[in-house]
């Protein structure tokens, strides 16, 4: 099978099965805190994975240099309806909240090619990387996109949020671990 048909299917695959079995792959203890319903309680937390992978945007980013900053990571990709519907929403979370918490984009299973015209279409100044064969987003536990994830200023994954996110979520998450 050509690479780019395998990428397309275990991308569809991927989106249809965050699609229906949100709730059934997530923990029961985390169940709530992955739709957005509550945060992760502090001693349930775990660290977040590095972010390692292509830099499609500038600089690269290591979780260890923003201790003492909360980081929102977004996973998403240019083949994602929703996440088409949230980038606007993650421009302006970068514009707004630049000083209180940074902003990381993860693609997820997309092309170079295609992932850097999204980021030009939505003009994305944050940093950016590529997880061409989603082993990045098999260590933060995704399934399905956009799933965004609020680390603390201990570098521990607090929360997780499922689907399109708003710029009033986004920041409302953000105050919960300042």
Known sequence: MPRTLRL???????VVLGAVSVGLLIPRDNRKAASGASPISPEKRRMAPNLEGE???????RLAQLLGTPVVVNFWASWCVPCRAEAPQL??????MRGRARLVGVNYLDT??????????????????RDPGGKLGLSYGLVGLP?????DREGRVARALTGEQRFNTLRSAVAEVE
């Open 55 to 61: 830099v499609l945007v500038p600089p690269p980013i």
């Open 147 to 151: 799933t965004t994830y609020i680390i």
């Open 112 to 129: 170079k090619h295609d992932a850097l015209a999204f980021v030009r279409e939505f003009r994305w100044g944050f940093s950016n990387v």
């Open 8 to 14: 397309l299917s275990l991308a569809a695959i991927t």
């Open 91 to 96: 421009a302006r979370f970068d514009r707004e």
